[in-house]
Every structure is written in C-alpha cells, then in structure tokens.
C-alpha cells in the first residue's frame, strides 16, 4: 500500500520516518518554472531519487495521482514522500557566474587592505562564512574568479564545500563551486602596489595575481595553476596597467589597455583547451573583446563598453555585438552590472562606467542580439554573474533586478540565472548531451513565496525562500 507522507515546507523539517522507505521523493509546485521553455508551469509534480538527487519526472499533480493510484493498486508496499510546495514558485537554483569568495565589500574595506592587511588565516575563514550567505540567499552554484592575493586557497574551499565519498554532507555549507585559483596578469599591471618601491607589484610577499609574460610564460602559468587544481582559467585581459599615473593624469590612470599580445592569449587559451579547461577573461574594451571571440575565449567578464558609441562610433559598437550574435553562443557574456553599478553609487568606482555598461547592455537588448538561455536560441549567450565579493556575499540577486530594471525581461533573466549559468560554469566534460543530462539532475532548488516570480519586487526585497537540498532534506527554510 502506498501511503503518502506530506512534509511541511516551513520550519526546516526533515522528512518524516515513513518516507525514509522510498528510495525517491516528490516535490509539488505550485509553479514550476522552467529553464528551458522559460515559462512558469502550474501545478507540477517532480519526482527525485533521493541518492543521486537526480530528477526522474516531472509531471502535472493531477497525473501524478492518477499514477500514485495505479501504484497503490499495485500493492507494492513503498511508502512515499511528498514535499508539498502548491503554494510556492519552485525554481531551479541559482548560479552566479562571477563571485570572489575570498573578498568582501570593498565599501567595508578596501581591495587594497583587504590584501595587504588580512591574513590567509582571515580571508580563508570570511571565505567559509560567504560560501553559506551565498547558498542562503539561493545561489547552488558559483564560478570564483580569483582570490585576489588569497593564494590557492580556493582550491580548499572547494574541498570543504563539496559532499565527499562516506560523508553525511559537506563540512560547510555553499554552493556548488567552480574556481580558478590566482587569475593570470602580466607583469607591471596588477595590483598590490608598493609605496616605497614603485617598481614593486609586490606588498609583504602578496600578489593579486599571477603574473606571466610572453609565449612560453603563459602557457607555463595555465599548465601550473591547472596542475594546482583550477576548474577554469582567468585572464586579465585588460586593465588600468597605467594607474601609477593618477597623481597627475586621472584619466590616464583609468584607462585599460590590453595586458597581453595575441600571441599571448591564443597560447594561454589553447592550452587551457587542450587540457580540457575553460578560459574567462576580464576585458572592457571592444578591440580585445574581439580579439577574444575569434580566439574562442569561454567567457568574457565585464564587458563595459562592448557598445561604445562615442570612441568608436555607433556602427563600430553594433557591429561587433552583431558579430558576437552571430558566433552562435560559443562565448558567454558576463555583464557584471551589479559591480559596477554598486561601485558607482558608493563613489569607489569611475561614475561613467555605468553609463557605459547600461548602454551597451541595453543595446544588445535592442539589436536583438542576447540569447535566451539554452540550446538553439542564436544571440549572445548571456549569464548572471554580479562580481558577488565587491558587494556583500548574499546580494547576489541584485544582478537580476539590474538586468530587469533595463528591460530584460523577467523570465529569461531567469533563464539567464538558472540554466544560462550552468551552461557557462561547467566544464568542457559536461558539454553536449552529458550536460543535458546534468541539468536534468538539479539536485536542489528553492521556492519563492507567493507565486510572484516577476523579477523586482520580489528579488529586491530578499524573497522568502524554502530551500531544499540533497536527498530532500529541508535545509533551511525562513
Ligand atoms: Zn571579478
């Protein structure tokens, strides 16, 4: 006999002795929305298998309980769990793209400070501390992108995160978590800067990054920093290399420059290929963007004047968005707006850069040149990544509300953040069909209060959110 066992999705509860008897559960939604047709589906029943947190069905409630009868005419004795969720939104957990776990809000103290004056003993423990607030706010999966002078301790972070053979869990609590240990840089162009020796990139032994210079160097920096343990390679492509001359010409100092030449970056991404590793690369400007696309790059990160109508004029932006449209979604588009718009209201980052990434970001709205989320849809693929360390760990979501707030609209902002993402961090072994698969597999996912997953509202004011995790235990619920 089939007897179904109810868990109350408030108050963090833990499936009930009885459904402990059925190697699956099933969740019931309210809405289900999916990555995919980027729709909200009424009342859908999600059935899982509880060890692998694998998704078997998905199906209409109504047609659920028709089977759930003939299985109950089947007398075959399984008791089984209901997750019961009819009045929630249910979504696929979030992924932010672009985070520092090993930062913190550059308004409480500076990238500066933050390097040259916290320890590794510090920074790693703050680390543990973001991974939870990150999970805690819905994002099940991140892209690190450096820890900025915090060695290779992303690389423990990851071990610490992760559900290892004959654990009960992990030994923290965070996301799913893709990193890329030190980030490359060439030399002379990153920071930490000493003041007493001008010549020094190099505060107390602290480095923000790698630094590799020439063909044989970077490949040399890649093969290290892979064999060290990196999911993904990051390259500053461009940067504010000449920032020593603030004192006398700001806007000098604040402008980027290619870090690397072709030759540079085609051996630094070619073997990250071969080794089967993916390739992100910070860059701003249009002439290195492209640069990047025809050399295949992963991801490219920020991308602030992608469309910049005044240097290079309107028919130069244009056509190179066009351009990337039409690559058919080989390269991902990071927008980063919540770090740039963040610093811009703190008065901690150049005021016009976010003029400069709203219009370009707006512009591949209006050319029609971003891409829903998922297979088949030509543009610009795009995800969430919000460069979550700048600002505090948790406001994650502000990404969304930025790209909402521009005109994007809300479910394929959702599309962006859920499945977009997930195609963007996983590694080059999950490309094709097995990837289809891995996202099938969502092993945890969250219900937003009230049905009214509309973007803004309800993604500004932190939403409710119960969270259910890994073989269906209620994690955390609030
Ligand atoms: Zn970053």
């Given at each position: 006999m089939v007897s179904i066992s109810p868990t109350s999705s408030t108050g963090a509860s833990s499936p009930s002795p009885v459904a402990r008897s059925s190697n699956v559960y099933h969740i019931f939604a309210g809405k289900l929305f999916d990555s995919h047709s980027r729709k909200l589906v009424p009342k859908q029943a999600i059935t899982i298998d509880r060890d692998s947190g694998t998704i078997l069905k998905v199906q209409d409630v109504a047609d659920f309980w028709a089977e759930s009868e003939r299985r109950r005419l089947a007398d075959n004795g399984v008791a089984e769990e209901i997750v019961d969720l009819m009045h929630l939104t249910v979504l696929p957990g979030f992924v932010d793209a672009h985070v520092h776990m090993f930062l913190h809000a550059y308004k409480e103290t500076s990238w500066n400070d933050q390097l040259t004056k916290e320890s590794l003993a510090e920074r790693t423990l703050r680390a543990g501390a973001h991974a939870r607030k990150t999970l805690m706010a819905g994002f099940t999966t991140v892209r690190d992108l450096g820890t900025e002078g915090a060695e290779d301790a992303d690389i423990a972070l990851r071990k610490c995160l992760a559900v290892l053979p004959?654990?009960?869990?992990?030994i923290i609590p965070g996301p799913r978590y893709y990193c890329s240990s030190r980030a490359i840089v060439s030399t002379g162009s990153y920071g930490p800067k000493s003041s007493l020796f001008?010549?020094?990139?190099?505060v107390e032994g602290v480095t923000g990054a790698e630094a590799a210079d020439g063909v044989e160097g970077c490949i040399r920096a890649v093969r290290r920093q892979i064999g060290t343990g990196a999911d993904w390679i990051k390259i500053?492509?461009?940067?504010?290399?000449?920032?020593?001359m603030s004192d006398v010409s700001p806007s000098t100092a604040w402008t980027s420059t290619a870090l690397f030449t072709n030759a540079e970056l085609r051996a630094m991404i070619d073997t990250a290929h071969a080794h089967g590793v993916k390739v992100a690369a910070h860059t701003n400007t249009p002439g290195v963007i492209e640069q990047l696309l025809d050399l295949g790059v992963d991801s490219i990160e920020?991308?602030?004047?992608?469309?910049?109508?005044?240097?290079?004029g309107t028919r130069a932006g244009a056509t190179l968005i066009e351009k990337w449209a039409s690559l058919r979604g080989t390269t991902v588009w990071v927008p980063t707006l919540a770090v740039v718009y963040t610093l811009g209201q703190q008065g901690l980052h150049d005021t016009a850069a976010w003029e400069r990434t709203r219009r370009s970001f707006e512009k591949v709205l209006q050319v029609g040149g971003a891409a829903g989320a998922g297979p088949g849809r030509e543009g610009i693929r795009i995800a969430c990544g919000g460069d979550t360390g700048a600002f505090p760990h948790g406001e994650n979501g502000l990404e969304m509300v930025l790209m909402r707030r521009l005109g994007a609209e809300w479910g394929v902002v959702l599309g962006w953040a859920t499945l977009g993402g997930w195609e963007c961090v996983r590694g080059m072994e999950w490309e094709g069909e097995r990837g289809e698969a891995r996202v099938r597999s969502v092993e945890e996912g969250q219900g937003l209060q009230g049905a009214k997953a509309r973007g803004k509202s309800n993604l500004e004011r932190g939403c409710r959110l119960a969270r259910f995790g890994r073989a269906g235990r209620a994690i955390w619920s609030a």
């Open positions: 004959d654990a009960e869990g992990p001008p010549s020094q990139n190099v500053y492509a461009d940067y504010r290399v000449r920032s020593r920020h991308g602030s004047d992608l469309f910049l109508s005044d240097a290079h």
